[in-house]
């Protein structure tokens, strides 16, 4: 019997490396379909980006702050707009460190319009439905012997806020657009 021959190139006593996978695009190819997408839905459907997950803690809240100032800078936004929401991504930070112990968060770039999005979500009770209203919009609320600003102040810093909490934790997602909308009234 003759021994299988070795499939590894000669003089190399490495094993050939497999390819990588083809399903993963590169950069510009998930630019170019991000643009396709929203070109055709006119900015309806948008390929966000995700820069990087951040572990929160309260020593942990000013990476998000950086991340969150790169990623203005990158897409524009003005400095008072930029101040505006790290101002919000802090609370918000510092809201899931305090309440839940820790938390992470996210970064990301929308197609539509260089729309900046930070996501943080946390592990802990989530915001009482008796409280939430008070929570949510009464300046100078709290449960955690804090000031009790950090919610109000999210809603008037960010163009918008979506909430999403429960037992099992609270998520919030604040947005930023690259320019101020005027005002509906």
Not at 1 to 7: A, G
Request: charged share 20%.
């Amino acid at each position: 019997m003759e021994p299988i021959p070795d499939p590894t190139p000669t003089g190399s006593d490495q094993p050939a490396q497999p390819a990588p996978p083809r399903n993963v695009p590169s950069d510009r190819e998930d630019d170019y379909a991000g643009e396709i997408l929203a070109s055709i839905t006119d900015f309806f459907v948008c390929l966000d980006r995700e820069f990087r997950v951040l572990a929160l803690n309260p020593a942990a809240v000013q990476d998000l702050r950086r991340a969150t100032a790169e990623v203005c800078q990158s897409q524009g936004l003005s400095e008072e707009r930029c101040h505006d929401l790290i101002t919000a991504v802090s609370e918000a930070g510092m809201n899931a460190a305090v309440h839940a112990g820790e938390g992470e968060g996210q970064v990301f770039v929308g197609a539509q319009n260089g729309v900046v999005q930070v996501r943080v979500a946390d592990r802990g009770p989530g915001i009482s439905l008796e409280h939430l209203p008070h929570a949510t919009l009464r300046k100078g609320f709290t449960t955690a012997r804090t000031l009790g600003h950090g919610m109000k102040m999210m809603i008037q810093t960010s163009d918008r806020i979506y909430l999403r909490t429960g037992p099992n934790g609270t998520t919030v997602v604040i947005e930023q657009e690259r320019v101020a909308r005027p005002p509906s009234w």
